[in-house]
């Protein structure tokens, strides 16, 4: 039995977060995102068995990263220029997934992102785990890209050392 290609599945656990086209930082979770769009019922005379609507605005839902704590200030440096109301600091952010072999599969990129909040998790004495940062992003607009198709995603589709994917030893 074949499997159809229409159907490749890949495991959600093999992304990279690209801001402005440059591989940013590895993330341990990526959350939220989604978009809806509102709909607004229209009475229409003399149609009694159906309803019909017009669509609204979308709605964008907030993306969530999280990583471990490291010694950038990137994400923290973001967020204070929007606090010091310096408003020009929207910039596309990308999420690409990546199959077992190392190949893009889907880019998500958030048009127009802004820093709207950042956390830092709790810290206690006798713990053993990772320190980990939240950064939630808002945005302006959302393109899905299949597999070879956009600025930094079709680099890190052919690899950014002239390899194929961009996991190095991935065949």
């Known amino acids: 039995m074949t499997q159809d290609p ?6 959600a656990n093999r992304f990279y977060v690209e801001i402005d086209s440059e591989i940013a930082a590895s993330f341990s979770e990526c959350a939220g995102l989604g ?35 490291t010694d950038s200030l990137d994400f923290w440096d ?12 929207r910039r596309n952010v990308s999420i690409l997934l990546f199959n077992q072999a190392g190949e893009t599969m889907q880019c998500w990129t958030l048009i127009g992102a802004v820093p709207i909040g950042w956390r830092a998790d709790s810290l206690q004495a006798r713990s053993e785990t990772v320190a980990l940062e ?11 890209e299949g597999k070879s198709t956009g600025s930094g995603f079709a680099q890190l589709s052919q690899g950014r050392d002239g390899s194929t994917g961009y996991f190095p030893g991935a065949s």
């Open 6 to 11: 229409h159907f490749n599945y890949v495991t």
């Open 35 to 69: 978009i809806n769009l509102q709909v607004q019922p229209v009475i229409e005379g003399g149609v009694n068995d159906q309803q019909r609507f017009l669509l609204d605005t979308p709605s964008f839902s907030k993306v969530t990263l999280k990583r471990g704590v």
């Open 78 to 89: 973001w967020l204070q220029k929007i606090l010091d109301n310096n408003t020009h600091q």
């Open 134 to 144: 939240e950064l939630t992003l808002a945005y302006e607009g959302l393109k899905i």
